[in-house]
């Protein structure tokens, strides 16, 4: 019987630098990987933690880390040749087959646009299966906003709003995502989906907006990946109620979703 907490060990292919405390590494691996799933990083007598996977291609997935804790701090001293553990992939994914053909909203804060990148470029490299798409991404101020270089590429066929919470640059907006979800046409829409990523609290509130502002609860799909621990079922650490995280999401729609803030 295969051991499903064994990691395996892959090359790191390259490093990029988001923001002081935001790095890319893009891994070499050659499964495959659905929308919103994450992988188990580790290195050995270090620790391991759960991470989403921000992009994809062929031999190679990527992986956007905020350097917070001890296992992070490991993995920035790490370079492309060197190697880093992996099992995975885990976690239900966005449910992309029910947004094609249909308006999607996607609403992230921070390193939550990571989980929803691949979701974004699919779509933009596709953007015959989506009839719009909205994007509102927020970050803390100038110094902390993800992924530059896409956001601009976005810009080209989704309608985007970036904006920082408490300050003010050219190209950005002022104020919380909340502050945005009214530009946003729900009551125009026939069929559509929104994504919402983030930390609790803004999911939370967001998902408030999107219902006051004419969302329907069951067309909203948050993300716990912050809930993350083992990701088996196994330590408990994901465990809201009766539900394990890490084994029912952690892609929940907000019809359970509302159940499960805390």
């Not at 976690?91 to 990148?117: N, S, W």
């Not at 809930?227 to 196994?234: E, F, L, N, Q, R």
């Amino acid at each position: 019987m295969d051991n499903i907490m064994l990691p395996s060990p892959h090359k790191i292919l390259s490093v990029l630098k988001e923001t002081r405390a935001e790095y890319t590494f893009r891994v070499a691996y050659d499964g495959v990987t659905d929308h919103g799933q994450f992988f188990q990083l580790s290195i050995p007598k270090v620790g391991e933690a759960p991470i989403s996977v921000s992009g994809k291609g062929d031999g190679f997935v990527e992986f956007t880390i905020r350097k917070i804790g001890r296992l992070t701090d490991g993995i920035f001293g790490l370079n492309a040749g060197d190697t880093l553990f992996m099992r995975g992939p885990y976690g239900k994914p966005f449910p992309v087959e029910q947004f094609k053909g249909k308006d999607l909203v996607v609403i992230c804060g921070g390193t939550g646009m990571a989980p929803v990148k691949t979701t974004l470029n699919y779509f933009y490299d596709h953007s015959d299966e989506v009839k719009s798409l909205h994007l509102i991404c927020g970050f803390k101020d100038i110094d902390a906003v993800l992924f530059t270089e896409e956001i601009e590429k976005f810009k080209g066929r989704f309608h985007v709003i970036p904006t920082l919470d408490n300050s003010s640059a050219p190209g950005f907006e002022s104020g919380l995502v909340t502050a945005h979800v009214g530009k946003v046409p729900f009551r125009d829409f026939e069929d559509y989906n929104v994504v919402i990523v983030g930390p609790p609290v803004m999911m939370h509130f967001a998902a408030l907006e999107c219902l006051k502002n004419g969302a329907a609860e069951d067309r909203i799909w948050v993300s716990f990946e912050r809930k993350m621990s083992c990701a088996v079922g196994k330590c408990g650490h994901c465990k809201i109620n009766e539900t394990y995280v890490c084994l029912e999401g952690p892609v929940f729609n907000y019809t359970k979703a509302k159940q499960l803030f805390d």
